[in-house]
């Protein structure tokens, strides 16, 4: 655990706390320094943090103002999304990350 905690930038302590629900869960880029270190697969572990927290991060620092709006209005209109406009959604995201 040492050199996990040591890869993350946190003590041991710090991930115990995690690990009890002690502490809030990590940040997405957290979980993706975690996942690559383990070689896991990141998304069921995004998604049970999200779950936890409530909420999903989106990080609107790197991208480009077009993407932070389309975001800003993907999330807004989420609730209203039919499962076909998900699917056609999550096609092109996984496309885009070469998972299909």
Same mark, same amino acid.
């Given at each position: ?37 383990l ?5 069921p572990?995004?998604?049970? $943090? %999200?779950?936890? !927290? @409530?909420?999903? #991060? =989106?990080d ?6 077009? *993407?932070?709006? &389309?975001? $800003? %209005?993907?999330m !807004? @209109?989420?609730? #209203? =999304?039919?499962?076909?406009d998900?699917?056609?959604? *999550?096609?092109? &995201? ?7």
């Amino acid at each position: 655990m040492f050199q996990l905690a040591q890869h993350l930038g946190v003590s041991v302590v710090f991930i115990s706390d995690v690990e009890r629900g002690n502490r809030a869960p990590l940040t997405a880029e957290r979980i993706l320094k975690l996942t690559e270190f383990l070689s896991l697969d990141p998304e069921p572990f995004l998604l049970a $943090a %999200a779950k936890s !927290r @409530g909420s999903f #991060e =989106l990080d609107a620092t790197r991208v480009s103002g077009n *993407a932070q709006r &389309v975001g $800003a %209005a993907l999330m !807004r @209109g989420w609730a #209203e =999304l039919k499962e076909e406009d998900l699917e056609k959604i *999550a096609r092109i &995201v996984r496309r885009r990350g070469g998972k299909e």
